[in-house]
């Protein structure tokens, strides 16, 4: 069975740093990417941030862009995403989600596979 | 801010049909990108319901259709049950923002 578990969500002044971490289980590691997604209390869902199934693409959101970086590591079969210069807005339930389709990212995707989040609250 | 708008609620009694519009724009959804779709209980997290406009994923019933024209597309639930109480998102691709986007949600309402 496919799993993702999310996990290093806290509480977080602005400005402070956060660094999430995505637990894949029960596939090919290399051979999904994988999204964030973040869904702030009582809104929709908003995609944050993307990684191909060998780490060397990435994409991310204009809202986040130059504060988040998201990287890979095979050995731990994780993904992380790196957060700074955290801001009210950010804070939020996020998801990482796994690509039907297969390593790279690509327009047409679907997510078949979601983690159960993790609650990240920015607030002095 | 999401770039695809749903209504935000709709509701039926058991047994009809409801639909839920995703309303897009030429970059997105009129760009020829496919729709899919989720479904999220409050406190949990989505799960894919339609991908690729239409395409049930394994386990989920044939109630639940999707179609797409031009800028928009739809999801219809057939004979609305009370476990179909949630809400859905719409989810295409946008070529001006270069990302992944949402609809607005809505949320469906068993009478």
């Known amino acids: 069975e496919v799993q993702l578990v999310e996990s290093g969500g806290a509480l977080v002044q602005p400005g402070g740093s956060l660094r999430l971490s995505c637990a894949v289980s029960?596939?090919?590691?290399?051979?999904?990417?994988i999204i964030w997604v973040r869904q702030a209390p009582g809104k929709g869902l908003e995609w944050v941030s993307g990684?191909?199934?060998?780490?060397?693409?990435?994409d991310f959101a204009d809202s986040v862009k130059g504060r988040f970086s998201i990287s890979r590591d095979k050995s731990k079969t994780t993904v992380f995403l790196q957060m700074n210069s955290l801001r009210a807005e950010d804070t939020a339930v996020y998801y990482c989600?796994?690509?039907?389709?297969?390593?790279?990212?690509?327009?047409?995707?679907?997510?078949?596979?979601w983690g159960q989040g993790t609650m990240v609250t920015v607030s002095s | 801010q999401s770039v695809l708008t749903q209504p935000p609620s709709v509701s039926g009694a058991p047994g009809q049909r409801v639909t839920i519009s995703c309303t897009g724009s030429?970059?997105?959804?009129?760009?020829?990108?496919?729709v899919h779709w989720y479904r999220q209980i409050p406190g949990t997290a989505p799960k894919l319901l339609i991908s690729?406009?239409?395409i049930r994923p394994s386990g989920v019933p044939d109630r639940f259709y999707g179609s797409k024209s031009d800028t928009s597309a739809s999801l219809a639930i057939t004979g609305l049950q009370a476990e179909d109480e949630a809400d859905y998102f719409c989810?295409?691709?946008?070529?001006?923002?270069?990302?992944?986007?949402f609809g607005t949600g809505t949320k469906v309402t068993v009478l």
């Open positions: 989810q295409s691709y946008d070529t001006g923002l270069s990302g992944y986007v």
């Open positions: 029960g596939l090919m590691f290399s051979s999904y990417a």
């Open positions: 990684i191909s199934g060998t780490g060397s693409d990435t």
């Open positions: 690729h406009n239409n």
């Open positions: 030429s970059s997105n959804i009129g760009a020829g990108y496919d």
């Open positions: 989600a796994k690509a039907a389709s297969g390593p790279m990212i690509i327009a047409p995707d679907s997510f078949d596979v």
